[in-house]
Nanobody
């Protein structure tokens, strides 16, 4: 039916950078979004790329994160800079087909020294 596969997570030191990637091979993206869920917290949207190519970000990541289409067809990336411990979470890619949202399995990002 549909598959979203995130990759690129890992352990990074505070102030470091990571680039996440989401392969959305059977989806027509954009629009596409990145979400994250920290331990004990609700899942929250952090970045969106609209069908018109317009980006939008959660205030807490503005200026540090960048969502963009990847160089490989049907992929979307999330460039994350100046990471802090507050960015520790599982990061999910979300896309929609036939008005139904689909999620990837998530990729863990841990920011720690």
């Amino acid at each position: 039916q549909g598959e979203l596969v995130e990759s690129g997570g890992g352990l990074v030191q505070p102030g470091g950078s990571l680039t996440l990637s989401c392969a959305a091979s059977t989806f027509d993206i954009p629009p596409v979004s990145w979400y994250r869920q920290a331990p004990g917290k609700e899942r929250e949207i952090i970045a969106t790329l609209s069908a018109a190519g317009i980006t939008d970000y959660r205030n807490s990541v503005k200026g540090r994160f960048t969502i963009a289409l990847g160089s490989t067809k049907n992929t979307v990336t999330l460039q994350m800079n100046s990471l802090t411990s507050e960015d520790t979470a599982i990061y999910y890619c979300r896309a929609i087909r036939n008005r139904t949202p689909y999620w990837g399995q998530g990729t863990q990002v841990t920011v720690a020294s």
